[in-house]
Every structure is written in C-alpha cells, then in structure tokens.
C-alpha cells in the first residue's frame, strides 16, 4: 500500500493536471470524438454526458484548480477532551482507503470524482463505460504523468478496463482492499454494483425531481423555473421530471396553457393526468409507473394535487429522494414542505438545477448521493472522509 501523500504533494498533483489539461485540448477533443463517431445509440442523454467539448474541459480544469486551492480535509480535528486520568482523546478525519468510481459515459468523471476522491486522499479506481473507453485512458494517462512529475505511484489513479463480467466478478470478489464503491449512472448501473458489491455503496444519479406550484405561487416565475430546470440540461440528475399544480390555483388554466405552450418550444413531450388531460399539447398518463420514472429526455409529466399534504405525499412515494422545490409567496407555507418533503435538497421559488457540488459551494462533487449514509446531496471534498481516534498517554491501563 503507497504511503498517505502529503498535502503540497496532492495539491501540486492536481495543479499539474490543470495544465496537461489546458496543454493537451486538441488531443483531448480527438480522442472523444473517436468515442463520439463510434456512440451508436439513441439515448441522447448518455451522448450529451459522452460529449466533451472547450467548455467542459474548462470545468475540469477550474475544478481542479478550485480543489488544489481547497484546505486539506484529512487530520481536521472534530472531537477532543481529556480523559480523568490524563490521557488525551480526540478524533480526527481520516481518508476511507481506496475508492472504486463505476459510471457512464462521462468522461469528466474521470477528472473531477478522480480529483476530489484524490484530494482527500484517497487511491482511486476508475471503471468506465465502453462508449467513453478513448477519453477516459488519454485522461488517466495524464494523471499518470501529473503523479510522476511529483513523484507519486501512478497506482493512486488507475484505469479498469473491464467488460461486465469481469467487473461483476471483480465486485464479488476484489483481488485487492476496496473501501468504497460509487457507482455514478442510471437505475440499471446502480442495481448491478448493489447487487453484487461486498462494501458499502454510494448511490448517486437517480433524479426523478418534482415541483409543487402551491396556490399563492408567481406564476411568471413558476413557469421561468419550470422551463429552466427541464430544458437546460436533459441529462443531469437535478433536471426537473414531474410537476404538480395546486387544485385551487388561481388562473390555473390560463397558466396551464402557457406552460405548455413554453415547454412546445423546447419540443418537451407533455404527459397529463386525468385531472389536466385533454388540455391541447398534452398526452393522458396512462400508467401509474410514469411517475417512478427519471426520463433523461425532452418529457414532463404534470398533475394536480389537491394541497400541500397530497403534494408532499406524492414526491415522497414517487420521487427519487434528489431535490424537490415549492413555488410560492408564503414563507410559512414554504418551511412546512420543506420540512416534509424527503429529497437530499428541498428549494423554495428556485430550480432544481442547483443542485450541484460547485453551486452548492463544495467546490465540485464526487457524487450526489439521495442515500442518507454517510452523506447525503453533494459529496464534496470535505464529506469524502471517515475518521480515526487518536488516544495519547503515557502509560495507562485500564482497571
């Protein structure tokens, strides 16, 4: 086992990859595009996470640079007394070990988790999808040289070229120490590493998040945060899915034909319930399963709940425990669903699309786990730890 790097050593690591990063963005670009030229599928979510551009490799870099600028989260001393008979306890933070990262498509996972997870020191294994295969080696090959430039094992960050039997295998039985597992993907990625893992597992990546337009909402504003959070990004997991619309909503037809005329503008597919069906642009749900459903698409379902209770039933029976928003004037009104509505975030008259590392201010974000152990939300560096006793005497024994 490599020995724990010191913290200039970590931070000079990550400052140096920052700058392959912006030296080597053509070649970058060439080896996703090979990725891209060869993605055969359909799933225009799974192309959007594939795709990288100057833009994304932008945020790795900054996430990089805001990581390497970051205090050290390991040695933080959280608890200290000293005992009666003159020994000193405290407990302090302390990295898990070795973390494996199994995801899809997401070349950037291979920079920002890898990054975070090393930051906190941490030995990373990354285990890629087949479609992202070019991107991710080039870049693991650059934290490969970043670590023998400061003269680190180039295990820290290694790459698992598996097929998915060999990761099952590997996940049942590891032929080395795994600390951690998370796996960062949809619902059938997710069940495959729960099922077959022999260590804990962070679940991250179901959204599935809904918004309550309560009686007393902006309606303007309501449909801004609507849009917003449905269209700017189909394939994140704070992307919106589900909206509810108070019974007694004033002008709630008037506001009904306008949403659904924006969202046609965005050519978001609109499915009703019985209460809202027949209205012109929409689809009748015909299957109660739609609302379990995280869609990754241009698709919206909405319905109508006849207060707030029936609406906070709702999201917590369908909802995938990732964020959840009320649009309302009423301060009180707000608290009560936040309070009561089971999501890792809960926002008041703002989007669903916040809920990111970066925005939450953590500086990035190895996962946003909708677990409620350890973590829950955005784990960023500083929740990327566990922790240890340090016990210090001289001579005591226990009687």
């Known amino acids: 086992m490599s020995l724990l790097l010191d913290i200039k050593q970590r931070n000079a690591v990550l400052s140096d990859m920052a700058q392959l990063l912006e030296q080597e963005r053509t070649a970058i670009l060439a080896a996703n595009k090979i990725d891209l030229d060869s993605y055969s599928g359909d799933d225009l979510a799974m192309r959007d996470r594939l795709k990288v551009d100057q833009e994304k490799i932008d945020g790795m ?225 015909d299957d109660e399963q739609i609302w379990y459903e995280e869609f990754l698409d241009y698709k919206i379902a909405i319905g109508q709940s006849s207060d707030i209770e029936d609406a906070i039933s709702k999201i917590n029976t369908y909802g995938g425990g990732h964020s959840a928003a009320i649009i309302t004037a009423n301060d009180e009104t707000a608290e009560y669903f936040m309070n009561n509505v089971d999501t890792a975030a809960v926002y008041h008259n703002a989007s669903t699309r916040f809920t990111d590392g970066g925005q939450f201010g953590l500086g990035g974000e190895l996962a946003i786990s909708t677990d409620k152990l350890h973590q829950r939300g955005p784990i960023g560096l500083q929740h990327l730890v566990t922790n240890k006793w340090y016990v210090k005497g001289d001579g005591q024994t226990r009687r």
């Open 61 to 285: 870099i900054l996430s990089l640079q805001q990581l390497a600028a970051q205090e050290d989260p390991l040695g933080v001393e959280r608890f200290s007394f000293t005992h009666d008979n003159g020994m000193h306890v405290s407990n302090k933070t302390a990295p898990f070990g070795t973390i494996l990262i199994i995801y899809e498509s997401r070349p950037d996972v291979t920079i920002e988790a890898a990054g975070i997870a090393f930051k906190s020191g941490n030995k990373i294994l990354l285990k890629g999808g087949k479609e992202s295969l070019n991107s991710n080696l080039f870049l693991v090959d650059l934290w490969h040289k970043a670590l023998e430039a400061n003269g680190a094992e180039t295990d820290w960050v290694t790459y698992l070229q598996f097929n998915r039997t060999e990761t099952q295998a590997f996940l049942e039985k590891p032929n080395q120490k795994i600390d951690l597992i998370v796996p960062r993907g949809g619902e059938r990625l997710i069940a495959f590493v729960k099922a077959h893992a022999t260590c804990p597992v962070i679940v991250s990546g179901r959204g599935n998040n809904f918004v309550y337009i309560d009686h007393e909402a902006d309606l303007e504003m309501a449909i801004d945060i609507i849009i917003n959070a449905k269209t700017t990004k189909i394939s994140a997991c704070n992307a919106l899915d589900k909206v509810l619309v108070s019974s007694d909503l004033p002008r709630k037809q008037q506001f009904l034909q306008h949403l659904i005329q924006e969202l046609q503008k965005s050519k978001v597919e609109i499915l009703a319930d019985e209460a809202i069906s027949g209205m012109e642009g929409t689809k009748t749900i």
